[in-house]
């Protein structure tokens, strides 16, 4: 499994499968300069996910638990 699996299974640990829905299969989880960012639909900008798989994990649980947009 790729790190960009890893980053996507958290995400459906984290929202399961009815909170994931179609936004998870078309989550768009990618690298760049910055370190590992989460593009969901409807969403105008990229989320900062962190450098490590493991600060990309935390990152999702954090942004759940503050309820923008993942629940």
Not at 14 to 41: P, R
Not at 42 to 57: D, H
């Amino acid at each position: 499994m790729g790190d960009r699996e890893k980053i996507l299974e958290a995400l459906m640990d984290v929202l399961g499968e009815e909170g994931c829905g179609v936004s998870c299969e078309e989550a768009m989880i990618f690298q760049d300069d910055e370190g590992w960012k989460m593009m969901l639909e409807g969403l105008m900008e990229p989320w900062k996910l962190g450098q490590t798989i493991e600060q990309a994990k935390a990152s999702i649980k954090e942004y759940a638990n503050m309820g923008f947009g993942l629940s």
